[in-house]
Each structure stands twice: as C-alpha cells, then as structure tokens.
C-alpha cells in the first residue's frame, strides 16, 4: 500500500511539474517575442528600415540562444526548480525599462537582457523529462514544449494593450506578469535531487557531448523546425502589414495562425514521435515544409501570354487566406518537428539532456536570431517580400540532402507494431 501510495504521489507531483512549468514556458516565451509586434511601432517612431527591424526584433534571441548551454548545464548540476524561477526574476528590471528607453542602442541592450527568458526552453525540458518514464518522455516535452504558443498569446494581447494605451504600457504589463508567473511556479513547482544527474560531473565531462556527431545533426534538423518557427514568429505580423495593408491588429491575429499550432500542437508531435519515431517523423516535416515554402516563394507576378486569340493577361499572387493556409500547415509541421528532434535527444541522452538540449537549443535559436535579419536585409536589396520564403526554401533543400545521406534510422527508431498485431 506504502508503495502505491508513494507512485501516485510521485505521480501527482510529475503532473504539477509539468502544468506549472507549461504555463511559465508560455508567459517567458510571449514575453521573448514581444518585439514582434512591439516593434512594429518603435519601427515608426524610430524611422528604421527593413534590416534595422529585423536586428531589434531578433536582438532577444541572440542572448536567449548563447544562454542556453549554461543554462541546460546548470540545470543538471543544480536543479531546474531553482534555475527556471531566477531566471525569470532576472528579466523583470530589462523587460520594465523597454517602456522608458527612447534610442535604437537602449532597445538593442535591453533586448538582450530580455532574450534570458527565451533560454527557459533549455531549462524546463531536462526539468520535466525527468519527473517521466521513458515511454511517456515525448508527450510530457511536448506539452512542455506547447509553451512555445507564447508567441500567438503576445499576438492577441501585446496589439490590444497597444491600442487602449499606447506601446510604452506593454512593457509594465509583461513585467508585471513574468514577476507573478515567477513567484505562482516556485509555489506549485517541486524538487526532487535525484534528477541532479550533472551535480559531481566536471564541466569538461558534460561538454563531451560536442563530440558525439549525433548531437550536431540534431542540431541541424532543430535550427530548420525551430529557427525557423522563432524567425517567421517574429518576422509574420509585419509581412501581413506590409504586403496586404492590414491594421496592427488583424495581422497580428493571422500571424498567430501560423504561431498558435506552431506551439499548441507541439504535444501532438511528441506523441506522434512516440509511436512512429523519431527519424520517420523528422524526415516527412522537412518535407511538408519543403513544399509550402516552394508555394509561399513565388512573389506577385504579372505577365502577358501570347496566343492565337491575342494576348492573355495572367495575375497570379497567393490571397491572404491562401497564405495563411499555407502558414498553418507550416507552423503545425514545424511543432511537431521540434518535439520530434527532442524525442531523439531524450532517448539517446538521457542522462545529459540538460547539456545537449541546451546545445541543440542553441543552434536552433541561433537560426531564429539570424533569419529575422536576413529577411530584412534581402527585402532591402530585393523589395520582394517573398524572398523570406526563398532563403526558407533554400535551406529546407540542404536539410533534405544532408539527412538523407548523413542518417539512416536504426531498428531502435522504427513504428513498433501494435499491440497483438501478428509479425508477417
């Protein structure tokens, strides 16, 4: 009965762990992205151009992505209870001052300091992984990972509080929140020492993980599903205003189309990754993906047929809905690609998630720091907005190459066969 009891505790206690770092993953990731709508305005009030936008909007995930090794070491060594909740503390003061600061430079500075909430990611995931088995460990990060819906939550509030009180009140109300979403996870969050797995492992011993070749492909796959989620986050809100002449608020709300399955349906891919694994689930969202930034490449484009019957004019541009289509299907194959690069690291790193997560997380972050610029600067020398889509497409090619003929799935990574199903 004694031992009953301690499972269903022990249980209990996984759960709570898990909504509790959910949540907090949420509020740090909204707040990570907010210069994605906030921006917008400090754009016009500074008078910056495309790549100028693209560095403010991209300036918190540069320092959220550098983080994130540390922090995924630190975890091993001393818990991720502790970590997550002074993390989230330290980002208050630079996320408050956003609202006072007046200068490109002050932005840029304060930026950094608020991309520490983006490295929660590298935290929470070895905190929550360990409080589940093995056979449960995709699903659990992946409702973890769902936190990366923060991104269409800053979408639906940040253009709201914008317009009843100005962008100068966002930053109060953001900080507000990270302090209290600080304080409500310390209370309903646990510790359990056994999961300090790194606590007498010797830094050098951790980083040894950079030699194993299995984790700088995980690296690529996660700088394509991730990076490239976190760069058209930030980078979708300004599209919609720019190519289709919508308000801030109503391309803030189709930019979440692409944010919200994006981050929501993440606990689906770690459930998929668990019963079809792995490899085949990471190969088919490259692929998914390769076909809709192909459709999402092509700019507006007039041109003039000539026929027997005379001249055909032919107009052909994606509608607004047509390409939010096309987004969603992107942002739901990339969330289940992001749980599926974790599911392999789960399972080939179990007992140093915390190290090669924040690796892995580095590279995809880093991915999200640099798109955002690039798409700025190619809109600069091209003045085709789509040109975003093209480097996406480009880099979605070489991913295709280089894990075909750098991967193969072992016998470990296969669907398994269903319960009583007969071998043929």
Known sequence: MSVRRFKVSNNNKAVQVLASSTVSFTIC????????VLGIPIKKMLGLNETEFGLLAAMPVLSGSLVRVPLGIWCDRYGGRIVFFLLMLATVPAIYLVGLATQFWQFLVLGLFIGLAGGSFSVGTPYVARWFSRERRGLAMGIFGAGNSGSALTKFVAPAIIAAWGWQALPTVYAVTMLVTALLFWV?????????????????EQLKVLKDRRVWRYCQYYSVVFGGYVGLALWMTKYYVGE?????????????CFSLPGGVLRALGGWIS???????????????????????????????????HGDVHL?????????TALLFVVGTAMAIGKASVFKF?????????????????????????????????????????????????????????????????????QPQPLAGAVPA
């Open 29 to 36: 990731f909204a707040i990570w992205m907010m210069f994605a």
């Open 274 to 308: 668990d019963r079809y694994g792995a490899y085949k689930v990471t190969w088919w969202v490259m692929w998914v993906c390769w076909v809709c930034f192909f459709l999402l490449s092509y700019p507006p484009t007039a041109m003039i047929v000539k026929t027997t």
């Open 244 to 256: 289709y002449g919508f308000d801030l608020r109503l391309a803030a709300l189709l930019a979440a």
């Open 345 to 413: 690291i789960g399972d080939d790193f179990s007992d140093n998630i915390g190290a090669v997560s924040g690796v892995v997380g580095l590279a995809g972050g880093l991915g999200g720091f640099v798109l955002p610029i690039l798409f700025g600067a190619l809109l600069d020398l091209t003045g085709v907005r789509s040109s975003a889509f093209m480097l996406l497409y480009g880099t979605v090619c070489v991913s295709l190459v280089w894990m075909h003929y750098s991967f193969r799935p072992t016998a470990a990574e």
């Open 315 to 323: 107009q052909l541009a994606l509608t607004p809905w047509m390409f």
């Open 188 to 204: 309903f969050s646990a510790t359990d020492p056994s999961h300090q797995s790194g606590a007498s492992v010797p830094l050098s």
